[in-house]
């Protein structure tokens, strides 16, 4: 896209990709992802965050327009991932003089990464940083998203550069602001982003929210996604629900089937759901990618399992799915239960006992053999029905009954 300046004195000069598959070689990218990197000139030229190592020739090509890359005088480093050091190795090849600033726990992987011992200095948490017209903060908010992250702050242009705190999944489409665009297009992507990639940090997310409000913060400047200049309040709250793990009033149905028995039962609790007033995503596990799975459990307070009996347990993409809600450390969901088997029952009671060991709230199970009969059909429905309706007691909506 070409740099652009988001405030006087300050540019973006990231860049969109569109050409990687896999986001940490695991999460699909259908509509691409960005990497922000921001020079800050002051009489002395920070650049802060840089990019994935595929694109730092496209870096280094959106500095030139803006400065000459052998002035910069700092490295600002985040966060070590290499979607956003990446780029460090060439940097510093053309700005030999440059000092990279990180915390002192980026320091050793700044070793380890790249074999840089020397010109790199650790900035302690609050320290300032005058460039001369621009003047820099360092606050560290370990774990948003490994043990090293820090955000930076401009204090004399107000803007908060969290790097992947409130960023988000989707390459930037001509604009740069969320104030340019419909940010309904890119809210599921930025929660797919948080979900996959930072909800298991959901608590250090929380603390890093509670430490930067005491800056004063008018342009909220990730290195994913769009930038927040107007009312960025509303990504911190965006940010904050999803990390107090609330969850709408709605329900994920994730199901598997292997001979399209389980997905009949799916279409009844599915039916129930929208009978007890509340929308329902129904999702095949074997078919969707975990990503999105774990991006609508996440949306939702409402979870409903269901899968048949696979070598006596769960099934396994919808086993696997949980595992990672394990990992990610999801908490309070409201769970139904419905499971299928041939000639033995498994699927049923080990997800009751996969949802018991989670810590959520089990609503109701049912069983079934073979195919489905009307009457367990029905008892599928109702199932629907008992989970919506307490998901509506729980928001407070009251009753259909
Ligand atoms: Fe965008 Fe944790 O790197």
């Known amino acids: 896209m070409g740099p652009r300046e988001i405030r006087p004195g300050i540019f973006w000069v990231g860049v969109n990709d569109r050409t990687t598959d896999l986001f940490e070689g695991m999460w699909p990218l259908p509509h691409g992802v960005s990497y922000n990197a921001y020079l800050v000139v002051g009489q002395r030229i920070a650049l802060i965050d840089s990019v994935k190592d595929h694109y730092a020739e496209e870096l280094l090509r959106n500095i030139a327009q803006v400065v000459d890359p052998a002035r910069i005088s700092y490295l600002v480093v985040n966060h070590m991932e290499p979607d956003h050091s990446g780029a460090l190795p060439l940097l510093r090849r053309v700005a030999p003089s440059a000092e990279i600033l990180a915390t002192p726990a980026a320091l050793p992987m700044l070793a380890r990464f790249y074999g840089f011992t020397t010109g790199v200095r650790a900035v302690a948490d609050g320290e300032t940083l005058d460039l001369g017209g621009k003047i820099l903060s360092f606050h560290h908010i370990p774990f948003v998203h490994w043990p090293e992250t820090m955000a930076t702050y401009e204090g004399t242009q107000r803007v908060l ?112 759901v929208r009978e007890g007033g509340l929308p329902v995503r129904v999702l095949d596990a074997g078919r969707v990618h975990v990503s999105f799975l774990i991006q ?106």
């Open 161 to 272: 550069f969290p790097c992947d705190a409130f960023g988000g999944f989707r390459a930037l489409d001509g604009a740069l602001f969320a104030d340019e665009v419909d940010f309904a297009l890119y809210e599921g992507e930025v929660l797919r982003y948080f979900s996959n990639i930072v909800g298991m940090q959901s608590q250090a997310v929380l603390r890093a929210i509670e430490k930067l409000k005491a800056l004063a913060i008018e342009v909220i400047a990730p290195s994913h996604g769009l930038i927040w200049r107007k009312a960025p309040e509303r990504l911190v709250e965006l940010y904050a629900r999803w990390a107090r793990n609330e969850g709408e009033p709605g329900v994920a149905l994730v199901f598997g089937s292997m001979y399209g028995e389980t997905r009949k039962m799916a279409e009844a609790v599915a039916r129930g």
């Open 296 to 401: 609508e459990a996440w949306r939702c307070r409402g979870l409903i399992l269901g899968s048949p009996t696979y070598d006596t347990g769960i099934f396994p993409p919808v086993e696997h799915f949980l595992r990672l809600l394990e990992r990610k450390r999801l908490r309070n969901r409201v769970v139904g239960i419905f499971g299928s088997y041939g000639w033995r029952g498994g699927a049923r009671a080990k997800l009751e006992e996969r949802v018991r060991e989670l810590g959520w709230e089990l609503v109701g199970s049912v069983e079934f053999a073979g195919a489905p009969t009307a009457e367990e059909l029905r008892q599928g429905q109702e199932l629907g029905r008992a989970v919506a309706e307490r998901l509506r007691t729980l928001a407070g909506v009251g009753s259909r009954a």
